[in-house]
Every structure is written in C-alpha cells, then in structure tokens.
C-alpha cells in the first residue's frame, strides 16, 4: 500500500514537472517571438499573453517574467506615443498615453529590481521630458533640467551604457550659449538625433 501511495505520489510529481518544463519552454518561445513581433509592429494586440495550458502562471512566478513583461508594456507605451495621430481623437489618446509612459518610467527608473531595466527607462524618460520641453513655454527649463537628471540616473544605473551618456552631453550643449560651445559638440537636433528611442534589444532579462 505504501508503495502504491509512493509510487502514485512520484508519477504526480513526476508530471507536474513535465508540465511546468513544457510551460517554461513556452513562456521563452512565446517572448522571443512577441518581442520580434513588436519590433515589427508595436501596436500588436496581444504581446506577451500566457501561454495556454496549465501551469502557466506557475512557470511565469518560477521564471520572474513580471518585471521583464511589465518593462516591456511601458517600452510599448513609449513607442505608440511616438506614432503620428492621424485624427485629433487619435491625438488625444496619443496625449494621454504620453503622460502614462511618462509617470509609469519614472516608477520603473525608482524601483525596477534591474540596473539595466532602470537605467533604459531612466533614460526613456530623460527623452520624454526633453520632447516635452520643446512644446513646453513656461515650464520648459523645469522639464529640461529634469531631463538631465534623469540621464544622469540612467548612467548611474548602469554605467556601461552609452545611449544616456551621448544624451547627457547633447543636452548640456544645447543648454550652453551658443558662443561657449566646444566646436566638436554633438548638433542640436530637437530630439530627433536621441539614442535609445528605438526599439530595444530582446533577448534579455529572462
């Protein structure tokens, strides 16, 4: 009886890890190839749903894929408010999300357990509020020196990384007068010349 009972007990626990090894393989093909899909086309519904099956949600807590998923939802939020409004009931939404990318970076660049994590979306952020200086009348220096503290973050999160650092100088020379600029200074290009804006790279963080 008590074999029966053990050899019951291993074949359930048997199976459950199969299942979980299943789910863990399809969590990893169902990111890999959500993450080339928005890189094609970040409006796509559906980007990073659960696998189907049982023992998704388990595999998912197992792998730590919350933080990875959650970055991803706010970098797809950063480019859809990059995509021309062809309707001004587009626009508006575009404006909206604007100020959800902005406030969901600034929680990310505070409090994503990954330095790499912070330090993109600090510098996400640092450009949002670079762009949003250039509109700005009144609270366009506030929002620029905002900007600049938060490449300044960025870098301190992960220093290797060099988008925020070419951000940061460009920035400051654009605030320098003109007469004090070094003449190998990188050009003000009203944001448009911002490295990190793009698309990021997949395949890490999970």
């Known amino acids: 009886m008590i074999r029966r009972l053990a050899a019951t007990v291993l ?17 990893h093909g ?46 797809r939020q950063f480019v859809q408010v990059h995509v021309a409004a062809r ?19 600034e929680q990310l660049a505070r409090a994503d357990p990954a330095p790499v994590r912070r330090s993109r979306a600090a510098n996400l952020l640092g ?38 650092k070419y951000n940061l100088e460009l920035l400051l020379t654009v605030l320098q007068p003109q007469s004090e600029r070094r003449t190998d200074a990188p050009e003000d290009t009203g944001g448009g010349g911002l490295q990190g804006a793009g698309v990021a790279g997949r395949g890490k963080g999970y």
């Open 87 to 105: 309707t001004y009931a587009e626009e508006a939404k575009r404006l909206a999300a604007f100020g959800e990318a902005q406030s969901a970076l």
């Open 127 to 164: 450009i949002l509020l670079w762009e949003n200086g250039q509109t700005a009348q009144e609270n366009a220096p506030l929002l620029l020196r905002q900007s600049v503290a938060a490449f300044r973050r960025s870098i301190r999160a992960s220093p290797g990384v060099s988008d925020a």
């Open 30 to 75: 169902r990111m890999t190839a959500d993450d080339l899909r928005f890189s094609v086309a970040p409006g796509a519904e559906g980007l990073w749903r659960a696998p189907r099956g049982p023992g998704s949600g388990l595999a998912k807590g197992l792998l730590a894929l919350d933080d990875d998923i959650r970055f991803r939802q706010v970098e």
């Open 11 to 27: 074949t359930v626990a048997g199976l459950a890890l199969l299942v979980l090894a299943w789910q863990a393989h399809a969590w």
